[in-house]
């Protein structure tokens, strides 16, 4: 009698371990999209807070209980995370999925919405973009000597930077990422456009100059937007990518530099476009070995930059007054050393961290501080130096050590960082051409009676 008691109590128990067993279910309603993988989620975001997401699944617990697992790789190793979700979730997820064939889903994206978070500030760039830039590249190239041609090109170039860009994005995502890459894209472009046309017309270039530059800048913008979204890019990402671009451009130069004594223009050019590809390549290298969020990337940027100026510092303080073909070419190559050291430096030491838009910052501002008040030290100690042969080392010594102490000082204060903060987005640009149009066709009234018109353009920059 006990065992048959016994027996009956284990199978109570067994039979309520599974009822209370998770069961996995399909995303859709009609049963086949049992799970979300990666080629899937570039379509759909609907997981955008897991930049290097890999796939999800669906589970049921009871009638009212269900959670995703969702499944995304850090670091080089798979991570899972698991997500509460609701019924009234379940029926958003089912509306996502409704009427779409088989995946992969191309058409719909995530519950009918776009992130457009960044559209303001790709709007106010692309549109200063085309007033300061391209209109008067392409004045240049129109070669017209009439001012009120060369006033309508303005014009009509830095209108349409506004319109065309608004046009194309009102019904489109711009995430941080792909505003970043875009942008990046776009002043890269315009630097690749210059050196293209110096490689073409063997440096001596002519009217074509400009309207090469305008389209290098504007293909390269959209194909940084479209890179950026097809493979759903943070914006770590996308700056790591656009700076390794920007570096690689300038040190392609000074490879060429310090290869021959005398180096043609177009040989310069040629280098400097190889390099920025080279650039791209290792940028894109970078951010797959581990995640980069906005702030690491500002850490590296300014290891690269700060580093390539310190060592050609050293270097053409000890040459002195001694410059020469050769000692111009090691110049050029202590530069190069110097900037590709400090980035791979900047990419080990963000190695793990998270730093948040803010504190990428404080390191820009920590170490040009230092770079400030060294420089500031060495020029006070050299006008006391009886010695002419040591004002140069009397400046350049105390610039070294203070913009290096600098940076590592803001490095080590932040730590691994406060995470990459949503909220923390840095440029915030809101246009409202209503407003133009509201304080031109407002009645003539009393101050007192006048109605409130919000502001045409704001702009706003957290730190």
Known sequence: MKTLLSLIVLLLLLCSAASAQEVQIAFDSAGKVMVITEEMEKNLHLFPSYPHFHDARLFQRNDTAYFLEITSTDDGKNTRNWEPKTKDDILLFRRVFMNEAPP???????????????????????????????GPLLISTSNSG?????????????????IIPYVLTKNAPMTDGEASLALGGAFDGG???VLLDLLIQNGEPGRELGAITTIASVGETGLGYYLARKYNFSEGKSDIIRYGGFFGAGDGALVAL????????????????????AGFVAGTAMTNSQQYTRGNASVVLTAGIFGGYLTSLLYSTALGNDLNSSSARGLALSALVGNVGSVLLGHYLMHGKSLSTGEGNDVILGTSAGWLVGTGLGYIVSSKSARNDLNGWSITIPSVICTAAGFTVMVLAIGQGSGDNKDDTGWKMDFNPGA????????????????????????????
Do not use: N
Not at 146 to 162: N, S
């Open 104 to 134: 992969p889903i191309t058409e719909h994206r995530a519950l009918s919405s776009f992130d457009q978070s960044s559209r303001s500030k790709f709007l106010v760039w692309e549109t200063l973009l085309s007033v300061f830039g391209y």
């Open 146 to 162: 009439d001012a009120a041609v060369t006033t309508g090109i303005e014009l009509v170039v830095g209108g349409l930077g506004y």
């Open 191 to 193: 630097i690749h456009g």
């Open 258 to 277: 310090a290869a021959t004594s005398d180096p043609s223009t177009s040989f310069v050019a040629g280098a400097s476009l190889l390099g920025s590809a």
């Open 436 to 463: 133009l149009m509201g304080a031109l066709i407002a009645p003539k009234q009393t101050p007192s009676q006048y109605a409130y018109i919000p502001p045409a353009f704001s702009l706003q920059y957290r730190w």
